[in-house]
């Protein structure tokens, strides 16, 4: 079976300060890992992705998250939050195959609200 | 660049009508899908399609139905809307498969209020 579980359903920091936001999976497979960001209003954007190559995955806007198959982890970092990064992140994993067809279906996180304070 | 085009970001309807949400894509994907977005329940999928006519589960599908005759267009039917019906629908899309590439692109969304 698989799951996403975020730790933590609101993180706030100050302006200029890390950010971390994290996320634990669950996968029968091997996982494709992904972070999406929403901002208000808007619609979802892929902030990165983990398949399988580097496990230090960087995306846009200076996030990168670390692949950690022992911890079962896939934190999203970034060393000085800037108030246009104030949105909800979701931690997805997808699986190579499901119920016998190759769909790769994704499994979303409940979503991590970040605040940033000036 | 893929667009995923939805065709109302804001929706009113009473209870009981049958409504039609419509998702266009322009890139050729084989593969759609229907997901309902709640406050802290994140993204849960409805239905999925992954050919012209054909359609699977997902993990929400009671209440709704879905409709593909066309490649480009898959469509969600709520056959009699309730007011626990009320959420944000986004329809995604995306090549077969798991590979690396074969990631989803999503619309922009539309937000349905069933009163």
């Keep these: 079976a698989q799951s996403v579980t975020q730790l933590d359903s609101h993180v706030s920091v100050s302006e200029g300060t890390p950010v ?8 029968s497979y091997s996982p494709s890992l992904f972070w999406y960001v929403q901002h208000p209003n808007k619609g979802l954007q892929l902030l990165l992705k ?39 992140y979701f931690c997805v ?8 067809s190759t769909l790769g279906r ?3 996180g409940r979503g ?3 605040t940033v304070w000036p | 660049d893929v667009k995923v085009t939805q065709s109302s970001r804001y929706l009113v309807k009473r209870t009981g009508e049958k409504v039609f949400l419509e998702c266009v894509q322009d890139m050729d994907h084989e593969n759609m899908f229907w997901y309902r977005q709640d406050p802290g ?3 849960r999928l409805i239905y999925f399609s992954y050919d ?13 139905s879905v409709s593909r005759e066309k490649k480009e267009r898959f469509s969600l039917i709520l056959e009699s809307a309730s007011t626990n019906q009320t ?7 995306s090549f077969p498969g798991g590979g690396p590439k074969n990631e989803q692109y999503f619309g922009p969304g539309t937000r349905l209020t069933v009163t």
């Design chain 1, 20 to 27: 971390l936001l994290r996320c634990n999976y669950s996968s």
């Design chain 1, 50 to 88: 983990y398949t399988s190559a580097a496990t230090l995955v960087k995306g846009i806007n200076g996030f990168e998250a670390e692949f950690k198959k022992s911890e079962t982890s896939f934190h999203l970092t970034k060393p000085s939050a800037h108030m246009s990064d104030a949105a909800e």
């Design chain 1, 93 to 100: 994993v997808r699986t190579l195959a499901d119920r016998g």
């Design chain 1, 106 to 108: 994704l499994y979303f």
């Design chain 1, 112 to 114: 991590t609200q970040l």
């Design chain 2, 41 to 43: 329940l994140g993204l």
């Design chain 2, 52 to 64: 012209v006519k054909m359609k699977e589960k997902g993990d929400i599908p009671e209440g709704y």
């Design chain 2, 87 to 93: 959420s944000m629908y986004l329809c995604a899309s």
